[in-house]
């Protein structure tokens, strides 16, 4: 039985695409809503927290980028999950980055991105100032890594590439300053060489994103 990887263009449903694409993973694309009224009963029963992504296998949920992410590894028997010596220091990266740098971003770009899409109202400079805070702090230490190697883990890419740029496709509209940290910018520009990175999306059925009041679509 095929999977059923349930997504949308925001930016963790990005992120597990782009893993099943990169991986040519198995699985059957379907977009969703999860909030709309009409959906909320059906997609609340697969997930608790009602989020997507979702990948339903045999009739049972996974929810969780992450574990997705996993889960798609396992499907395409692809160590882009890295198995064995290098699974630590790749894990080591995701928890750090979910913590600081992809938190950092996943701030701003609430403030800037998703409340104005949504209508969740306005923007809290607060929460702005502590997300750049902490992407300071966390950019420099990113940086000073990709400056020693070209990819997180290893000599090519993993996981933990993918997961520590979850936001970055987003950069238009959280307009965090990358630029000044030219290891990270160029370790972007190597990432979108990748297609399943560069554009999840092509071919696929996914509507463009609600726009953000004031800017250009
Ligand atoms: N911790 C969750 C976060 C999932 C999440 O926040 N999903 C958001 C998008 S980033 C969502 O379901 N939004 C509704 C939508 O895209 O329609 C994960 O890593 O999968």
Redesign the pocket.
Known sequence: MTATLYH?R????RL?VAVARHLTAPVAYEW????HPDHAARFLALNP?????ILVEDGEPL????A?ACRLSQLAASDFWRQGRDQPDMIRWISWGKETFVRACDMVHFERGTKQRYHLGPIDHAKISEGLAMFTEAAAILNAHLSRQDWLTGNRPSYADFRMATFLPFNDVAGLPIADHPAIAAWAARLNTLPAWADPFAGLDAPPLPPIPGTKP
């Open positions: 949308s925001n930016p963790n449903p597990a969703a809503s999860p909030f927290t009602q989020r997507i992504p929810w969780e980028t992450d997705i």
